[in-house]
């Protein structure tokens, strides 16, 4: 994933990772990363031979695509060779993101884009993926208008979720990640 998901001991990864040490977990994000410079680390990530691969990505190169539908399809070649080495892919819907200093049109472009992705990787479990990582279906976060809510958004950017949200997204993931572990 993206700087959303780098690891922190309050992030939703970090969190997951303390909650279980039992678990061997490995977090691979790193900040300002696309799906194309994913893709680059993709052989190192293979390597790692994981039972559950998560991936969060999206708000650094939605608009990049034509569409929501070619994002996702983007990131279902992404997951293939995982799958095909036997790794169960989860992959997240988008969060809204209302960048400061984009202007609305763009904002709401950029919405309508989110909307047809995540419905593209809701549909595709069981084909395409395994799971899904529904943050976009919680109403405290996912609605498009909830990045301008500084409890869960950091102000300065309404892209990264903050600590608040962070912690909402935990046991989201949590839930998903499990289903596929236990």
């Known amino acids: 994933g993206d700087s959303i998901t780098e690891y922190s001991t309050n992030f939703y990864t970090g969190l997951y990772d303390t909650a279980n040490p039992n678990i061997d977990f490995t977090e691979t994000a790193v900040g300002g ?3 194309a410079t ?11 031979d994981a039972r559950v691969l998560t991936v969060l990505i999206g708000a650094n190169d939605l608009s990049s695509y034509a569409s929501g539908q070619a994002y996702a399809d983007a990131l279902f070649a992404y ?18 993101t209302a960048p400061v200093g984009a202007s609305q049109a763009a904002i709401d472009a950029r919405n309508v884009k989110r909307a047809a992705a995540n419905a593209a990787i809701r549909a595709a479990v069981g084909t395409q993926i395994d799971g899904v990582i529904d ?43 499990n289903a596929f572990l236990h």
């Open 33 to 35: 990363s696309t799906l």
């Open 38 to 48: 994913m893709t680059t680390r993709q052989a190192a990530d293979l390597a790692l």
């Open 135 to 177: 943050y976009a279906a919680n109403s405290t976060i996912g609605d498009d208008d909830d990045a301008l809510n500084a409890t869960y958004y950091d102000p300065a950017d309404r892209v990264h979720p903050t600590l608040a949200g962070h912690a909402v997204m935990y046991p989201i993931y949590e839930a998903a990640v």
């Open 79 to 96: 997951a293939a060779p995982f799958r095909a080495a036997g790794t169960k892919v989860l992959i997240s819907t988008l969060l809204p």
